[in-house]
């Protein structure tokens, strides 16, 4: 739960500007359905006896500064196409 908050929740406080935008919101169900589907694989199939420790904000900070990444190349793409 931690991991997910950290990493959605960061992408909706950076991107507030576009939460008007539809391809924003397609954008961020997207990543919050691949990452569910993620950490069923991680948690469930590969390493089901793991613990989730005080570790997954640490990943969840390097998954959330990828989809920072990613939202500003879609920001770029929709500037270029009001212009």
Known sequence: MMWT???????????????????????????????VVAMWIIFDQLLPRLIPGTYVVRLAFVESLLLFVMLSKLERKVALRLT
């Not at 990493?7 to 691949?34: D, H, I, Q």
């Open 5 to 35: 908050f950290v990493a959605l929740f960061g992408l909706l406080v950076v991107g507030k500007n576009m939460c008007g935008a539809w391809l924003f919101w397609v954008f961020w169900v997207r990543c919050l359905s691949l990452h």
